[in-house]
């Protein structure tokens, strides 16, 4: 398997959060894309993700799967052990829910943020995500989804108030959407309010997660 990714972004993190929980490290070759030179939008990394971002898992069969929560599914099913991503219905049914939350809430405004309401990969990338608006609306725009993503953020300390991990009592994928997030959103150079205390007690408690610890690319 190949694992088409950018060490240093939050996507590429979860997966490799994931290869490390799943003890794959050995088993998966990693392919560094260069996001900044937009390889991501050449032909041939569009003929596996047409939506031109990474990561991505090539399969040995030539399946491509991009999307890490996908990519997720697939790498905690292999050994039929699936500790990531739900055993039983219920587990599944909460943690996609949860996972999705963190998507829908932090992780996409706070890259909406991270590309138009500051630098981001640079202004080639931006208008062949929105052509059509000007920089001043772009920046509105972005500043408006970071100040969503930072105030989304009560909602996951008070779910973490009532369980230890964000979708029951086992750290999964979920906690790994939401590590990412959160270490984006900073990364940005978003605030975390300091009255949010469980999750900062969370946030503190997996990082020192061997998983979180011991992933490969640990500058993100
Ligand atoms: N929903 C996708 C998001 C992928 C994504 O945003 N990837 C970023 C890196 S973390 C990327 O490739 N950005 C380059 C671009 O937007 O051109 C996933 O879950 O993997």
């Known amino acids: 398997m190949k694992l088409y990714d950018r060490q240093g972004t939050p ?30 939008k050449q032909d041939w990394f569009l003929a596996m993700n047409p939506i031109g971002k990474t990561p991505v898992l090539l399969l040995d069969d030539g399946l491509a ?17 699936p500790v990531l991503t739900g055993r039983t219905p219920r587990e599944k049914g909460l943690i996609h829910m949860m996972q999705r939350r963190v998507e829908i809430m932090l992780l996409d405004p706070v890259d909406d943020y991270f590309h138009y309401g500051t630098r981001g990969l640079g202004e080639a990338l931006r208008p062949w995500r929105m052509p059509e608006w000007d920089a001043a609306e772009k920046k509105a725009w972005g500043e408006r989804r970071g100040a969503l993503a930072v105030a989304n953020l009560p909602y996951f300390d008070g779910a973490l108030r009532e369980r230890p991990f964000l979708a029951g009592d086992f750290f999964s994928l979920a906690d790994i959407s939401l590590w990412a997030g959160l270490v984006f959103l900073t990364g940005a150079g978003l605030p975390i309010a300091p009255e949010l205390t469980a999750l900062a007690a969370w946030k503190a408690k997996v990082d020192d997660l061997p998983a979180v610890r011991n992933r490969t690319g640990q500058n993100f």
């Open 11 to 40: 996507n590429a993190a979860r997966v490799r959060i994931v290869l490390a929980a799943k003890g794959l490290d050995e088993v998966v070759e990693i392919v560094q894309v260069d996001l900044v030179a937009a390889e991501q």
């Open 65 to 81: 799967l991009s999307e890490s929560p996908a990519i997720t599914e697939y790498l905690d099913n292999l050994d039929g052990n």
